[in-house]
């Protein structure tokens, strides 16, 4: 049973030191318990968070312990009622090859589903976070326009195309030309900027010429401030993630920043604007059978495309995971674990 570990707590962007690779003995599933077999492992910027022992809305990663994460994974072996061997299931078996599992964390996967990957992207946790932040909380209309970064990647993706079938005008923010490019031809958004290249507020300006009524915010940084200024009356920000910070070491020696805090309030309330963030499954668990459907629907007829960066090998995962917090995805990050 390969495991991977956290060796040791990151400070600022992880390396491949803060992580181990390790051997043991496959575990034996006890009465009511089933044994899994990692098929695909999910890569998500979250996990950065439970490599460090700051308060969060969860647990820490122990140093020494398996590195969490959710998993598409085979029954091996069942002592239980309800699964049977061979069938594949959603688990959080973590970064490992096998996982014992009581049958409380698992969860069956939609009905004909082609790729068993796919429930760990647009058909699950990342395409739910999208659905809702942008349904609920964005509440996007007609001729509206919504922004939104890391454009490209497992969530951004499917807040700008479920935008579009909302009518709304959609422009992106994403790393690089060729991940623009997709956005606009392959997507349907109707602009999508590049980060890396200058002057990014003045090109969301004009991108944008009718300001921005929902900014659906993943990253945090640089995008917040060029979006900031451009927001409309009403406008509406779903705080879904904050990429840009979430490596970031606070320095005691920093240049004082102004404190935008202030102007920021007064915008608020000038302009009326609606910030609320949220956690996927704390804020919305039940709602996950009317996003499952609807979601299922849509990509089934074509209406939302997807993407996935599939890494062969589950001794790839750190790598991987250090490249989905530089940008070097491009679409769900993916590790296959018994290639
Ligand atoms: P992605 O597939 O979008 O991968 C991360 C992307 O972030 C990178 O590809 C890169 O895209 C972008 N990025 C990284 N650093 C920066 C930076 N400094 N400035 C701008 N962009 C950057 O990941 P997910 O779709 O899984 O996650 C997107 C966001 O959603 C994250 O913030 C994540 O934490 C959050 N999230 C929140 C949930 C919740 O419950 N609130 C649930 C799931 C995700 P590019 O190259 O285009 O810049």
Redesign the pocket.
Known sequence: NRRIVLARRPVGAPTLLDFRLEYGPVPEPGDGEVLLRTRYLSL???MRGRMSDAKSYAPSVAVGAVMVGGTVAEVVRSNHADFQPGELLLANNGWQDYAVSNGKDLMRLPDNLQHPSWALGVLG??GF?AYMGLLDIGNPQPGETVVV????????ANVGQIAKLKGCRVVGI???AA?CQYAVRDLGFDACLD?REPDLAGRLATACPDGIDVYYE??G?K?FEAVWPLLNRHARVPV?????QYSQVPTADAAPTPDLRPQMLRDILTRSIRIQG???FDSYGNRYGEFAQQMGEWVAQGKIKYREHLVDGLENAPQAFIG????K?FG??VVKADA
């Open positions: 998500d910027p979250y946790m990342p976070t970064a890391a454009a490209t990647g497992a969530v951004g994403a790393g690089g991940k980060h993943n990253v940084g995008v879904c993630g904050l990429i840009a949220f956690i996927i989905l917090l530089e940008g995805n769900k990050m």
